[in-house]
């Protein structure tokens, strides 16, 4: 891919001067494999570049009850002259460019203690669709509201579910980067919040489907058939349990009150044990099938386990160690193929040696 990059890069001056779906789409990819490639920097000004261009071609208003909208000058000319794309898997395609750069935008965000600068009450336009209708169509319903014929298989693979989830996932996020990010707040306003923002991810988890439930789906299911699909589903949840340390690690910043905080660490500790745990089933998923999401999941909850090192209980201490160790083996292997892996393994060996200091 490096030489489709260099060459991409020589062409940046041109596609950012001509705004349209095809750059949108050119600049997402060169932010995502920048940072895989560690080039941290880069990939934060291609994910700026993407952002501004999404938003002056009115993607973020795709879907406005009042028609798109797009910024305007002065004169009441748009900004950008081209058209929003009116073709049905035009606009499907801009839906989901958004939702990426929105996701990036909100975590880095937090990253660098930035509020976000839009925020998912800004955003007026429809979740990503289902995969097998927007190829397809809608399936043909008898007068009773059943379907006329039985759907292909494809219809009921329950990856087709994932992008909806991903993306209301990502606007819970967003809420949670705008309060973690927020200064001046008063302390008892924002606890309120964190209890709330608690309880939506609670109801976001329970609201998943049988088949997207890591209680029915198991590697025994999908892995031994086709792991790519049990990957799809896993980091699903690896995204929710990274969400909920996200959340609750960010409490002690507004509270010294034990009984406040406890509760908060004890999810941190439970959702980074799920996360090791399903690293433990997953070692058969291809190096190549894992992406960021993935890792940065894998390095969000190997924080929590190294705090776990200062616990007084000897076993708490051991199982964490276990727990470093799979997230760093995974991280080792990502780094022959993603140098930001190496990178994080690096951060994460500061940090231990600052912890436990």
Same mark, same amino acid.
């Given at each position: ?23 949108? &789409? ?12 560690? &080039? ?20 973020? &208003? ?89 759907? %292909?298989?494809? =219809? ?6 994932l992008m909806a989830y991903h993306a209301q996932l990502t606007i819970i996020f967003s809420k949670i980067a705008c309060l973690v990010t927020r200064t001046g =707040? ?31 789906? =198991? ?26 340390? &996200? ?15 406890? %509760? ?9 044990s799920r996360i090791s745990d399903m690293l433990r089933s997953s070692f058969d998923i291809p190096v190549l099938a894992r992406d960021m999401n993935w890792y ?27 727990d470093l160790a799979v997230h760093r083996k995974h991280l080792r292997e990502g780094g022959a193929l993603w140098r930001i892996c190496y990178k994080l393994l ?12």
């Amino acid at each position: 891919a490096v030489p489709f990059l260099n060459k991409a890069k020589t062409l940046i001056a041109d596609a950012i001067d001509e705004p349209s779906l095809g750059n949108a &789409q050119g600049l997402m990819i060169m932010c995502q494999l920048s940072f895989a490639m560690g &080039q941290e920097n880069s990939s934060m000004s291609y994910k700026a570049l993407t952002f501004n261009m999404c938003i002056l071609l009115g993607y973020n &208003q795709l879907d406005n009850a009042d028609g798109p909208s797009r910024p305007m000058h002065e004169c009441g000319e748009p900004m950008v002259a081209s058209a929003i794309p009116m073709d049905a898997m035009e606009r499907e395609a801009a839906r989901r460019v958004w939702w990426t750069v929105f996701s990036i935008e909100n975590y880095s965000s937090v990253c660098m203690g930035m509020a976000p600068s839009v925020q998912a009450e800004s955003c007026n336009l429809n979740l990503p669709g289902n995969d097998y209708e927007w190829k397809h169509g809608p399936p043909e319903l008898s007068a009773d509201g059943s379907p006329v014929a039985k759907r %292909p298989r494809e =219809s009921e693979n329950p990856v087709h579910h994932l992008m909806a989830y991903h993306a209301q996932l990502t606007i819970i996020f967003s809420k949670i980067a705008c309060l973690v990010t927020r200064t001046g =707040s008063d302390a008892d306003d924002a606890l309120a919040e964190f209890s709330e923002l608690n309880s939506v991810l609670q109801r976001w988890y329970e609201s998943l489907p049988k088949e997207l439930r890591l209680s029915s789906v =198991s590697s025994a299911m999908f892995g031994h058939t086709n792991p790519y699909e049990y990957y799809h589903v896993c980091v699903l949840h690896m995204r929710f349990y990274a969400t909920v340390i &996200q959340l609750n690690h960010a409490i002690p910043e507004f509270t010294d009150d034990p009984t406040i905080i406890e %509760p908060g660490q004890r999810k941190c500790v439970i959702a980074a044990s799920r996360i090791s745990d399903m690293l433990r089933s997953s070692f058969d998923i291809p190096v190549l099938a894992r992406d960021m999401n993935w890792y940065m999941c894998v390095f969000r909850a190997a924080h929590i386990h190294i705090y776990r090192l200062l616990s007084r209980d000897s076993e708490s201490i051991a199982r964490a160690k276990q727990d470093l160790a799979v997230h760093r083996k995974h991280l080792r292997e990502g780094g022959a193929l993603w140098r930001i892996c190496y990178k994080l393994l690096s951060r994460l060996d500061d940090m231990e040696q600052m912890v436990m200091l």
